[in-house]
């Protein structure tokens, strides 16, 4: 009798050949380009780094001359703005399994999608993987970004761009720039260097100012000017007598004045009540009141928001000298000597 044979032994075969093959690629899968940045002017070498980068393969078991390999990749450059895809020289497949390409010169400054095509068709895309910077030559002026009120003495950030004729960004412009204002103040008076075209620089003016401006040149013919832009008065760092005191023993005295200001020496109105405590050296040897009759005792006198003085007035308790202290919220105090007349 013939013996018959297993009824699975074809499924089996057939499950051994699927075993046995490979799952098919996705195709590439380009991650990353360096450098990722090259100038319009000249051609730019670059390496694609990524996964996926086959060769395909073709394999005839019954016919070796019927077996190819194909290496050939395609690499192009896509424009985020209005434009035609650019075709990358010189693709070839490296060792290391990543892409080799030239980045044509000529191109039009700005930021580019990189599209990577394998031999079997397949494409992949790299968003934003390369930028062409533009030539430091074709910057025409410097832009200055809107800048807000300010206060005297406080340094806040200015940014600065150089772009050419249509307005755009030179990415490729890196050099320094002078600033000025129109009060002769703003310092420090350099910026930058500029990378990638930009630059943020921190700059103070020292004296209030209505309507300055700031001006930023390379010394090569191209300025920008900002914004018309109003200097308040600084933040109070100090107090001070706005003249030195006198008393008398057998009068009230006029009208003396403490002033907040700022670090350069200028009046900083308070942003809040401010308090002052006044204390005589030695105690008792002074007394200071409110109001010109000398009725109203005080050991105190608040500077209200907004204003920049505060006024006593004196009476000496005996002829002789003493001394008078000032002694702020939260600043320093200052301290003078006071003549008492019999």
């Given at each position: 009798?013939?013996?018959?044979?297993?009824?699975?032994?074809?499924?089996?075969?057939?499950?051994?050949?699927?075993?046995?093959?490979?799952?098919?690629?996705?195709?590439?899968?380009?991650?990353?380009?360096?450098p990722?940045?090259?100038?319009?002017?000249?051609?730019?070498?670059?390496?694609?780094?990524?996964?996926?980068?086959?060769?395909?393969?073709?394999?005839?078991?019954?016919d070796?001359?019927?077996?190819?390999?194909?290496?050939?990749?395609?690499?192009?450059?896509?424009?985020?703005?209005?434009?035609a895809?650019?075709?990358?020289?010189?693709?070839?497949?490296?060792?290391?399994?990543?892409?080799?390409?030239?980045?044509?010169?000529?191109?039009?400054?700005?930021?580019?999608?990189v599209?990577?095509?394998?031999?079997?068709?397949?494409?992949?895309?790299?968003?934003?993987?390369?930028?062409?910077?533009?030539?430091?030559?074709?910057?025409?002026?410097?832009?200055?970004?809107?800048?807000?009120?300010?206060?005297?003495?406080?340094?806040?950030?200015?940014?600065?761009?150089?772009?050419?004729?249509?307005?755009?960004?030179?990415?490729?412009?890196?050099?320094?720039?002078?600033?000025?204002?129109?009060?002769?103040?703003?310092?420090?008076?350099?910026?930058?260097?500029?990378?990638?075209?930009?630059?943020?620089?921190?700059?103070?003016?020292?004296?209030?100012?209505?309507?300055?401006?700031?001006?930023?040149?390379?010394?090569?013919?191209?300025?920008?000017?900002?914004?018309?832009?109003?200097?308040?008065?600084?933040?109070?760092?100090?107090?001070?007598?706005?003249?030195?005191?006198?008393a008398?023993?057998?009068?009230?005295?006029?009208?003396?004045?403490?002033?907040?200001?700022?670090?350069?020496?200028?009046?900083?109105?308070?942003?809040?009540?401010?308090?002052?405590?006044l204390?005589?050296?030695?105690?008792?040897?002074?007394?200071?009141?409110?109001d010109?009759?000398?009725?109203?005792?005080?050991?105190?006198?608040?500077?209200?928001?907004?204003?920049?003085?505060?006024?006593?007035?004196?009476?000496?308790?005996?002829?002789?000298?003493?001394?008078?202290?000032?002694?702020?919220?939260?600043?320093?105090?200052?301290?003078?000597?006071?003549?008492?007349?019999?």
């Open positions: 009798m013939r013996g018959r044979g297993h009824p699975g032994a074809g499924a089996l075969v057939l499950l051994l050949v699927g075993a046995c093959t490979a799952p098919a690629s996705p195709g590439p899968i380009p991650l990353g380009v360096a990722a940045l090259g100038p319009s002017s000249a051609a730019t070498p670059v390496e694609i780094s990524g996964v996926g980068f086959d060769a395909e393969v073709k394999t005839d078991y019954g070796g001359s019927g077996s190819t390999l194909r290496s050939t990749f395609a690499v192009r450059l896509l424009p985020w703005g209005a434009g895809p650019v075709e990358a020289g010189s693709v070839a497949l490296t060792q290391r399994r990543t892409l080799a390409a030239v980045v044509p010169a000529g191109l039009a400054p700005g930021r580019y999608d599209a990577v095509t394998d031999p079997a068709g397949r494409t992949g895309v790299l968003p934003d993987g390369f930028e062409v910077a533009s030539d430091a030559a074709s910057a025409v002026a410097f832009r200055i970004d809107p800048i807000a009120t300010q206060r005297a003495g406080v340094p806040f950030a200015v940014s600065v761009a150089a772009v050419d004729a249509a307005g755009r960004v030179v990415s490729g412009f890196a050099g320094s720039l002078s600033v000025s204002d129109d009060s002769g103040t703003a310092a420090p008076t350099t910026a930058g260097p500029l990378v990638l075209g930009r630059a943020v620089a921190q700059i103070g003016v020292a004296v209030p100012r209505a309507a300055d401006r700031l001006t930023v040149s390379d010394g090569a013919g191209r300025t920008g000017v900002s914004n018309a832009f109003d200097v308040g008065p600084g933040v109070a760092a100090r107090i001070a007598f706005v003249a030195p005191p006198a008398s023993a057998s009068s009230c005295s006029g009208a003396f004045e403490l002033e907040l200001r700022d670090a350069s020496g200028a009046p900083a109105p308070a942003p809040a009540t401010v308090t002052v405590a204390q005589s050296g030695p105690p008792g040897a002074l007394l200071v009141f409110s010109p009759a000398c009725a109203t005792p005080i050991a105190s006198l608040a500077i209200p928001p907004g204003a920049a003085r505060g006024a006593f007035h004196l009476r000496g308790a005996a002829a002789g000298t003493a001394s008078l202290r000032a002694l702020p919220d939260l600043l320093p105090s200052a301290e003078t000597a006071v003549a008492i007349a019999p």
